[in-house]
Nanobody, 119 residues
Framework: QVQLVESGGGLVQPGGSLRLSCAAS????????MGWYRQAPGKERELVAT???????NNFDSAKGRFTISRDNAKNTVYLQMNSLKPEDTAVYYC?????????????WGRGTLVTVSS
């Protein structure tokens, strides 16, 4: 079994910053792509940013210029640094990893962490 646990969400004022973390645990041989998604109330889940095993990043429209994805392979952890937060960034943020484990090749989701941007 592989589990992902997110942390770092919370309430922040507009213009503020938060850093999300997502750590994988379990019988892991390697992790390929990692990513962050988010789902706002009443909306579909959308892709925020991805990072390959080699560190190549891709930020999607909602994240460009404000969010930075990074990873620590030694810790099986992915991060999302979010700056200049706006009320429209309010959502549940989910991490996703492509993991090779004793169970084979898996796509694994975290349970989500809530980010609320409000004054």
């Amino acid at each position: 079994q592989v589990q992902l646990v997110e942390s770092g969400g919370g309430l922040v004022q507009p213009g503020g910053s938060l850093r999300l973390s997502c750590a994988a645990s379990g019988s892991i041989f390697s992790i390929y792509n990692m990513g962050w998604y988010r789902q706002a109330p009443g909306k579909e889940r959308e892709l925020v940013a991805t990072i390959t095993s080699g560190g190549v990043t891709n930020n999607f429209d909602s994240a460009k210029g404000r969010f930075t994805i990074s990873r620590d392979n030694a810790k099986n952890t992915v991060y999302l640094q979010m700056n200049s937060l706006k009320p429209e960034d309010t959502a549940v943020y989910y991490c996703f990893m492509e993991v090779v484990s004793t169970g084979g090749y898996l796509g694994v989701w975290g349970r989500g962490t809530l980010v609320t941007v409000s004054s």
